[in-house]
Nanobody, 117 residues
Framework: QVQLVESGGGLVQAGGSLRLSCAAS????????LGWHRQAPGKQRDLVAS???????NYADSVKGRFTISGDFAKSTVSLQMSSLKPEDTAVYYC???????????WGQGTQVTVSA
């Protein structure tokens, strides 16, 4: 079992920056992908960015050029540097991990990011 804990959420004005961090604990030796998803009220939970053990990254089109994901699989941590934030980025951001050994997906409890105009 893997536990994920997010931190770094908060309130920021449009154009500002925020850095989210996530730390995994427990049986995490099989983790292959670490990422971030977000969910706004009334909307589905969507991928923001992900990174695998080989350094391959994926980004949602809406955040390309503004967000940067960094994963440290040795430490089982992942961060999301968010810049040029927009009100549309307001959502609960969830840390996600995929364990290739068990085929299990894990989720953190989420951290609120609010961007004011």
């Amino acid at each position: 079992q893997v536990q994920l804990v997010e931190s770094g959420g908060g309130l920021v004005q449009a154009g500002g920056s925020l850095r989210l961090s996530c730390a995994a604990s427990g049986r995490r030796f099989g983790l292959y992908v670490l990422g971030w998803h977000r969910q706004a009220p009334g909307k589905q939970r969507d991928l923001v960015a992900s990174v695998n053990r080989n350094g391959l990254t994926n980004y949602a089109d809406s955040v390309k050029g503004r967000f940067t994901i960094s994963g440290d699989f040795a430490k089982s941590t992942v961060s999301l540097q968010m810049s040029s934030l927009k009100p549309e980025d307001t959502a609960v951001y969830y840390c996600q991990a995929y364990d290739a050994a068990t085929g299990t997906e894990y989720w953190g409890q989420g951290t609120q990011v609010t961007v004011s105009a």
